[in-house]
T-cell receptor
Framework: AQSVTQPDIHITVSEGASLELRCNYS??????LFWYVQSPGQGLQLLLK??????LVQGIKGFEAEFKRSQSSFNLRKPSVHWSDAAEYFC????????????FGGGTRLMVKP | EAGVAQSPRYKIIEKRQSVAFWCNPI?????LYWYQQILGQGPKLLIQ????????DSQLPKDRFSAERLKGVDSTLKIQPAKLEDSAVYLC???????????FGPGTRLTVL
């Protein structure tokens, strides 16, 4: 069965430090990949997406992610974290079957220390 | 451009009662989704509509959950009767194309006592 794994449930980084959130997927074909962010009391917002082409994609708020087919990974990065980045981050994958169902990982909660 | 609207934002009911949630997607978005997000987990798709037809409802507990999207615009999700394990945030999302970016509403937080 297809699945999306985010190995880190919680991550704490200091403000200004770099960030990498891990995402691995189990899927036969090259999927469509997404990162969403959910701030407290807010709906999910798309940070970036990968469909094809350049494997390094740029998103909003200074985030980027790199698709590595050999590792079945799509890790999210940011060179310098801001306190406002504290939120829950979800990796998601579209199944290219009937309906193109979006499957989410379990999420990584990011805390930012001053 | 107005976002996805959901109501109510919060609902508290007792088990075995009924509850309904409403969603109005972004204008022009043909695809509408309902997700269930249990605390500490990622959202799980319950049902997906394309216009007013159901595309996928394989994860919808059909013995107690129902959803409709009359006229291909707004949608209602109902739970009847509710169980304790239905306590969750119910998210509605819409998209222009089914495999592309989904826009999410703020969600309805349901507590079943």
């Amino acid at each position: 069965a297809q699945s999306v794994t985010q190995p880190d449930i919680h991550i704490t980084v200091s403000e200004g430090a770099s960030l990498e959130l891990r995402c691995n997927y189990s899927y036969g074909a090259t999927p469509y990949l997404f990162w969403y962010v959910q701030s407290p009391g807010q709906g999910l917002q798309l940070l970036l997406k990968y469909f094809s082409g350049d494997t390094l994609v740029q998103g909003i708020k200074g985030f980027e992610a790199e698709f590595k087919r050999s590792q079945s990974s799509f890790n999210l990065r940011k060179p310098s974290v801001h306190w406002s980045d504290a939120a829950e981050y979800f990796c998601a994958v579209v199944h290219n079957n009937a309906g193109n169902m979006l499957t989410f990982g379990g999420g990584t909660r990011l805390m930012v220390k001053p | 451009e107005a976002g996805v609207a959901q109501s109510p934002r919060y609902k508290i009911i007792e088990k075995r009662q009924s509850v309904a949630f409403w969603c109005n997607p972004i204008s022009g978005h043909a695809t509408l989704y309902w997700y269930q997000q249990i605390l500490g987990q990622g959202p799980k798709l319950l049902i997906q509509f394309q216009n007013n037809g159901v595309v996928d409802d394989s994860q919808l507990p059909k013995d107690r959950f129902s959803a409709e999207r009359l006229k291909g615009v707004d949608s209602t999700l109902k739970i009847q009767p509710a169980k304790l394990e239905d306590s969750a945030v119910y998210l509605c999302a819409s998209s222009l194309i089914s495999y592309n970016e989904q826009f999410f509403g703020p969600g309805t937080r349901l507590t079943v006592l």
